[in-house]
């Protein structure tokens, strides 16, 4: 027989946003493709965790993370969504978003099980579902405006139907769900007694004066969502892997045992730069970045307009997906190497974000970067129009 791979290995091959990411740096050109949020780091985050390094706090933490950071986050959550979590029992930090999502999927799917996810997806949130053996079902998601309809789920429900995950705001679309939505969502969980996977790391990247909701904060939506945030974008510490999982007791429980067996614990001092962060942090750090981040998008998104590459404008997140259909190419690859080559701007093919051929003429760019880079970047995909 011989020595080889598991049958799980294909889930986790490399992904296209880190090979752009390589192709990039091989061709020395400016990254929009991975969403490294390379802009300033709040002082009081740094400040934090070099103090908490300099006190010792290097050894492990409790396997749910320091107390003084759940509750941080328990009252950011009471604050921002209206929502109450017991920092003892009902919050996990955890190695990152993903980190959290990969130990909320192992506690609570079972190999077979089918999850619901709206296309065009993060693709995380795929191969971690399929670490976990799970199985994805995608609900294409239709322009303009990212919709979709009550007979869209109801078609794809089986009786191994177990959860769905809702993204918002979204990678790659920048789609915020609506209140309606939401509620199409709810009914559609309740009826069929599904989990509801967030993911809410974006929350904060919200534009032209919408807001953000929390799907837990649904009327009798809590007891059955798991929901996920991090601080990697809010502070631009996507290194420091500080992401958290929001739940009923009883599913944390058992997310935090996960959390404990594959991770130990996220780094110490690295939690507590997250807590001071969210605590002397007020309002006026959140909505200075939604305007600062709408700016980076408008500016962005006429560039790409004046390139002959028509953006979807995205309402939320970082991330804008282009037309490339104009682009050289027959495949998204193609077209995203063609732009790179031409413009030294580095971008991630939409069908990273697809599990058909349907992203083949768009691909995905970040615009998380410092002003003069993103300038850079407009300047250079002025030579597609030339």
Known sequence: MGLTLSDRH???????????????????GINLAQGVCDTPVPEAVLQGAADAVRQGMNTYTHYAGLLQLREAIALKQKSYCGLTYDPQSEIIVSAGATGALYCAFQALLNPGDEVIVFEPFYGYHISTLQAAEAVPVYLPLMLPGWSFSEHDLEHLVTPRT??????????PSGKIFSRQEFELVASFAERYDLFVYTDEIYEHFVYGGRTHRSFAALPGMRERTITISGSSKTFSVTGWRIGYALCDAHWARAIGYFNDLVYVCAPAPLQAGVARGMRELDDGYYRGLAVDYQAKRDRFCAALSRAGLKPHIPDGAYYVLADVSTIPGTTGKERAMHILHTTGVASVPGGAFYHDKRGE???????AKEDAVLEEACQRLQLLAE
């Open 162 to 171: 177990r959860a769905i995950i809702v993204n918002t705001p979204a990678n």
């Open 361 to 367: 003429c768009m691909v995905r760019f970040c615009f």
């Open 10 to 28: 294909a889930c986790v091959l490399q992904s296209e946003i880190r090979n752009m990411s390589i192709e990039c740096s091989r061709a020395g």
